[in-house]
């Protein structure tokens, strides 16, 4: 069974960093690419990047460059993504999703919620 | 950014009625290797998007036969033949064609 098993949910102060992790089992890590996707507060979904684990190569949406860094750990068939200076405007709950080519995104972690207050 | 615009916002159905959910692009989402990366996604209360169709049409793994996907270049449906309580939810087009990749604004499905 694939499954996409992401940390817990975070408060974090304004200014500061959060880094979630999303742990992949069931399949070939390095064969799918795993997306980040944002879903703020009853609002709809935004794209925020993808990597690529086996290449570890990276392609992030314009509007998150510089606020989201993505990463992957192969020996752990885990996903990362870093959410810098944070402010209210990321509380949101955020997915990692993996994909192939073809099929998109058809299996999504459970989602990790992300709070910025002080 | 490729806009993704979804009618109707909002739709209501009985158990067993067809409904069918318009997704219309700013642009063609005819990739130039011949493919067209136009998806449909259903998150349902409380839960995590889920994979309905890809490539416009193909269904995806384990999706019952009731979700069909049609429409190229700019405009796309997703239609359910015999709606189910389970599929009650907000529907969500997304296209991969251009980057970056983006989510129409959804259809929230009710059940009467």
């Known amino acids: 069974e694939v499954k996409l098993q992401q940390s817990g949910d975070e408060l974090v102060r304004p200014g500061a960093s959060v880094k979630m992790s999303c742990k992949a089992s069931g399949y070939t890590f390095t064969d799918y690419a795993m997306h980040w996707v944002k879903q703020s507060p009853g609002q709809g979904l935004e794209w925020i990047g993808t990597i690529i684990p086996l290449i570890d190569t990276t392609s992030y949406n314009q509007k998150f460059k510089g606020k989201a860094t993505l990463t992957a750990d192969k020996s752990s068939n885990t996903a990362y993504m870093e959410l810098s200076r944070l402010t209210s405007e990321d509380s949101a709950v955020y997915y990692c999703?993996?994909?192939?080519?073809?099929?998109?995104?058809?299996?999504w972690g459970q989602g990790a919620s992300v709070t910025v207050s002080s | 950014d490729v806009v993704l615009t979804q009618t109707p916002p909002t739709s209501s159905a009985t158990i067993g009625q067809s409904v069918s959910i318009s997704c219309r692009s700013s642009?063609?989402?005819?990739?130039?290797?011949?493919?067209?990366?136009l998806y449909w996604y259903l998150q349902r209360p409380s839960q995590s998007p889920q994979l309905l169709i890809y490539?416009?049409?193909k269904l995806g793994s384990g999706v019952p036969n009731r979700f069909s996907g049609s429409g190229s270049g700019t405009d796309f449906t997703l239609k359910i033949s015999g709606v189910e309580a389970e599929d009650l939810g907000v529907y969500y087009c997304v296209q991969g064609t251009h980057d970056p990749l983006t989510f129409g604004s959804g259809t929230k499905l009710e059940i009467k």
């Open positions: 490539l416009v049409s």
């Open positions: 999703a993996r994909s192939d080519y073809l099929t998109g995104m058809d299996a």
């Open positions: 642009q063609s989402l005819l990739d130039s290797d011949g493919n067209t990366y």
